[in-house]
C-alpha cells in the first residue's frame, strides 16, 4: 500500500502523420493549373499540366506534373508533395501506340 516507489509512465513517441509534410505540418497542398502540356501513359489516359503552388513555402512555384482524370485550365489540384517534378513528355502519344 504506502510503496516509496516512483511510478512508471508510459512515453509516447510523436510521430508525424504518413503524407504529412514535415517542415509545415501539412498533408496536402493546393495548385492552379496553368496550362495543359499533353497526354501520356500507355493508353493517353495520364494528362502532364503545369501547375503553380499557391500555399505553403513553395507559393508562386510552377512545376509539371502527371494527373489522372478530368482536368481543365485553373482547376485547383491538391499536391501530397512538391518536391518531385514530372520529366517531359518526348513524343505526343494519341491514345494508342499505333492509331
Keep these: 500500500m504506502g ?5 512508471r509512465t508510459k512515453e509516447v513517441a510523436t510521430e508525424s502523420i504518413k503524407g504529412q509534410d514535415k517542415s509545415s505540418g501539412r498533408i496536402a497542398v493546393p ?8 497526354r501520356t501513359g500507355f493508353r493517353g489516359e495520364i494528362t502532364q499540366v503545369k501547375c503553380k503552388i499557391t500555399e505553403g513555402p513553395e507559393a508562386g512555384k510552377s512545376i509539371r506534373r502527371n494527373v489522372k482524370g478530368p482536368i481543365q485550365l485553373n482547376d485547383i489540384i491538391m499536391l ?6 514530372a520529366r517531359k513528355i518526348k513524343s505526343k502519344v494519341n491514345k494508342g501506340a499505333y492509331t
Excluded at 510503496?3 to 511510478?7: A, F, G
Excluded at 495548385?31 to 499533353?38: H, P, S
Excluded at 501530397?80 to 517534378?85: A, G, P, S, V, Y
Aim: net charge negative.
Design 31 to 38: 495548385a492552379i493549373i496553368e496550362e495543359l502540356i499533353g
Design 80 to 85: 501530397r508533395e512538391t518536391d518531385i517534378e
Design 3 to 7: 510503496s516509496n516507489k516512483p511510478q
